[in-house]
Structures are given as C-alpha cells and as structure tokens.
C-alpha cells in the first residue's frame, strides 16, 4: 500500500532553515511527483510546492519561491523540502502527498510533521 | 489569484441528519479539478470526492459532490459519527497552482 513517511518533529529559531524528508513506499515513485502542503493552527492547508520524483522539475506558490527547495532522491524513494529564512509564521503542520496522476488532487498523505519557530 | 470561500463555517447538525456544504471560488474551475477533503483531529486531510462528482476510493456512498463553475456543493446523506469533522474544498489549475477553501467544521449539534 502507499505509504509516506515524515521526518519527526523540528523546533527552530527564527531565521534559521528547517529541512523536511518525505520517504516513499509501496508504488513507483519516478512516475508520479510529490507536493507539499502547509497547515496552521485553525487554518485550512496552503499548497506550497511541487517536485516531479523522475527529473526534480519544481514549481512552487509564488509566496515560497525565493525561500524553498524542494528535491527528490529517487535511490531512496525520498522527497525533500528546505524551508530557509523561518519566522513564527512558519509554525505549523507540513504535509508531504502524492498528486494523482494528472495532478489535479492528492490521494495519498503523510502523517504530517509539525514545524515549531520560536526564540 | 483564485480563492475559494466555503459557507457555512460551522455547520450543526445530528447523526442521521443530511448536510450541504456549500463551496464557491471567485473565479471559473473546470469541473475536472475541484476536490473535497474531510480532515478529522490529528489527522491529514482524506480525499472524498475528486472531479466535482466522483467518490475517492473507499468513500461510502452518502457522499456526493455537484456543481459547475464557481459553485460547488458536497452533500452528505445520514451523517454518521464518523463524518464530524472539517472538510475543505480544493482547486487545480488556476493561480496559485492549487488552492484550498478555508474548510467547514461539521458539529454535532
């Protein structure tokens, strides 16, 4: 079965990066690409980026773009996302999924690891 | 940049009792590209319906989704306990690349 695994939790400082894995399992995962998604306290999930697993093409929400990095390693079935420049804005719960195949909606989640930026 | 608004934000209701969630974006969505999650405390969000209509795999048939254009509906037929939670809808295609509604949390009255 699909499965995708985080990273545990992080706890960081303001102005520090943050690096998120995202390990997958129980598919093939050149064939489909990984999305990260974003939720804050009470509020509804913020898409952030997106990485296509066989070739590492991005493309991620203009509010991210210039503080983002977002990789794949396709030996180990891993997606990653570096978040740099963290402010207490960036405290929340980020999700890993798996697009379906045309991209349009998410069929498979992780479990969500939450962020905390705190001085 | 698209948003999608979802009404009501809070709706409260009894098991067995039907529910309309009602979703509109302020721009047009292709049909294709409209989902609905359920996300219950603790968890990530579950895909139900995908392309305005089609149940995700495993979705028991209460659920159903409808609409065109700005506006879209998900409907549950006799809630069940299981179904209190907080749903939200989500778009494809239109800037930013996907984005979500700011859910309806669905209470037991």
């Known amino acids: 079965q699909v499965q995708l695994v985080h990273s545990g939790p992080e706890v960081k400082k303001p102005g520090a990066s943050v690096t998120l894995t995202c390990k997958a399992s129980?598919?093939?995962?050149?064939?489909?690409?990984i999305t990260w998604v974003r939720q804050a306290p009470g509020h509804g999930p913020e898409w952030m980026g997106w990485?296509?697993?066989?070739?590492?093409?991005?493309r991620c929400s203009q509010k991210f773009h210039d503080r983002i990095v977002l990789t794949t390693d396709a030996s180990t079935n891993t997606a990653y996302m570096e978040l740099r420049n963290l402010t207490s804005d960036d405290t929340a719960i980020y999700y890993c999924?798996?697009?379906?195949?045309?991209?349009?909606?998410?069929?498979?989640w992780g479990q969500g690891v939450p962020v905390t930026v705190s001085s | 940049e698209i948003v999608l608004t979802q009404s009501p934000g809070t709706l409260c209701l009894s098991p067995g009792d039907s529910a309309t969630l009602s979703c509109r974006a302020s721009?047009?969505?292709?049909?294709?590209?409209l989902a609905w999650y359920q996300q219950r405390p603790g968890q990530p969000p579950r895909l139900l319906i995908y392309?305005?209509?089609h149940r995700a795999t495993d979705i028991p048939a209460r659920f159903s989704g409808s609409g065109s254009g700005t506006d879209f509906t998900l409907t549950i037929n006799r809630l069940e306990p299981e179904d209190f939670a907080v749903y939200y809808c989500?778009?494809?295609?239109?800037?930013?690349?996907?984005?979500f509604g700011q859910g309806t949390k669905l209470e037991i009255k």
């Open positions: 990485v296509t697993a066989y070739n590492g093409n991005t």
């Open positions: 392309a305005t209509s």
């Open positions: 129980g598919y093939n995962f050149t064939n489909y690409g």
């Open positions: 721009q047009s969505v292709r049909s294709s590209y």
């Open positions: 999924s798996r697009p379906e195949e045309y991209g349009a909606y998410f069929d498979f």
């Open positions: 989500q778009q494809y295609g239109n800037a930013p690349l996907y984005s």
